[in-house]
């Protein structure tokens, strides 16, 4: 019996890679383009509706889903007692999940987005805003024109496109340091429930408003949170886009391949990196364990790799640096690649010895956090590889040999040397 329950987990694990929620039968249909493309991002798809009594995120301890993707913005409960906790969990293991959110929020989505540092705006709230909405929206100007991207391609992609947006305003805990704004409103822009009076500060103004939100935790897991969940709409996919006063005419919204790329990141298909292959050695010698000696010349080397698409490929950053430490670092240096993502460096060891790490941290927005370390030894001299003579000291060699020569010279006149002799010396003799 036992067996077979494991037998049965590893096909569900294996079979089941991402979870998408539904809120209804009509999102299938408003959203088919959103889910067609995700289709050929991952073809192990399972579809759950919200309140589906088999809803379930893990079974027997393991987590049945690697990713899971939530279009059910205004979902009150989840079925089969399925909790916001229960997502957390899910991120902790280093799963990654996509939501999206609108206007008519629900609190679990609105759960989920606070303990990740994003705090979404109350229900019946919009982004609104006068300057920058699009020429179609004649009532509220909440279809507002968005293209205030991060300047991360990794996440939204090379030039990505302006995009349309229409829903809930989000803000970043600002103690949350791990909290990436994928897309700002405007600075015209402001959160609040259209034609009411505004009586208090809203939740944020401006370019303290995310559209479009993610985190990444410290387990490299990664979560992305739409603030409209129109904007993932065939709708919205296939429409124009030109905002209110702007230059030239219209153009075709970018809003599938802005969420394309932003998707595909979430889901760890661009920006994971992995690192194999780490070398050190002497210059002119073939890598080995032994330790090094003090003024050594050394060469460090490293195989680094990025997810690109899904496939992996060499990785091509020229910002990688490698420290080589004792307490603190006493070499620090850019590590440089070549075409293979073999990224090299030669330096000399510190005249310091004692135990050393190379050390590789490479940290940066979009990427997920590589940390190599490999440890090593650093002896000095031993009494017989000391140089016969110093260049350094010569000048003492010549100090000692010069006072060596004076006492010799010294000795040979004291000793032989006569004083003449005194004139009344000589009268009184005669």
Request: glycine share 6%; proline share 3%; charged share 20%.
């Amino acid at each position: 019996m036992e067996k077979a329950i494991v037998i049965a987990l590893l096909l569900a694990v294996a079979s089941c890679r991402t979870l998408v929620i539904l809120e209804n039968v009509l999102t299938k249909e408003s959203h088919s383009s959103f889910l067609a493309d995700l289709g050929t991002k991952d073809a192990d798809i399972v579809y759950k509706y919200a309140t589906d009594s088999s809803l379930t995120i893990k079974k027997y301890g393991e987590s049945l889903y690697n990713n899971i993707v939530i279009l059910a913005p205004s979902v009150a409960s989840f079925g089969n007692g399925v909790a916001a906790n229960d997502f957390l969990t899910f991120l902790d293991d280093g799963g990654n999940i996509v939501m999206s959110a609108s206007s008519d929020i629900g609190d679990p989505i609105k759960e989920i987005a606070a303990e990740v540092g994003i705090e979404i705006d109350d229900e019946g709230t919009s982004v609104i805003d006068h300057m920058n909405y699009d020429v179609s929206d004649v009532g509220d100007h909440d279809l507002i024109v968005a293209d205030s991207f991060i300047s991360t391609s990794v996440i939204v992609g090379e030039s990505p496109k302006p995009v349309l947006f229409k829903g809930v305003g989000m803000a970043a805990d600002s103690d949350n340091l791990l909290v990436i704004d994928i897309l700002r409103a405007s600075p015209t822009a402001y959160s609040h429930a259209a034609n009411q009076d505004i009586l208090e500060y809203p939740l944020a103004i401006g370019s303290s408003l995310l559209l479009v939100a993610g985190m990444q935790a410290r387990n490299n897991a990664r979560i992305v949170i739409f603030g409209s969940h129109d904007m993932l709409s065939d709708k919205f996919y296939n429409a124009d886009v030109k905002a209110q006063g702007a230059e030239g005419g219209v153009e075709a919204a970018g809003n599938q391949e802005f969420a394309s790329n932003v998707v595909d990141w979430a889901l760890r298909r661009n920006g994971d990196l992995r690192f194999s292959n780490v070398k050190h050695n002497k210059i002119g010698e073939a890598p080995s364990d032994a330790a090094y000696r003090i003024t050594d010349e050394v060469e460090y080397s490293i195989l680094i790799e990025e997810m690109r698409n899904g496939n992996w490929e060499a990785f091509k950053g020229s910002d990688v640096q490698l420290d080589f430490q004792r307490i603190d670092p006493f070499v620090r240096t850019f590590l440089v690649p070549d075409a293979e993502g073999v990224f090299k460096v030669e330096f000399k060891v510190p005249d310091v010895y004692g135990v050393y790490q190379f050390k590789v941290d490479y940290d940066r927005i979009g990427f997920t956090h590589l940390y190599s370390t490999t440890q090593v030894s650093v002896r000095p001299f031993h009494h017989t590889e000391y140089e016969r003579f110093i260049p350094s000291a010569y000048p003492y060699y010549a100090s000692a040999f010069s006072m060596m020569g004076g006492l010799f010279i010294f000795s040979f006149v004291f000793l032989y040397h006569k004083d003449a002799p005194k004139a009344d010396a000589i009268k009184k003799t005669e």
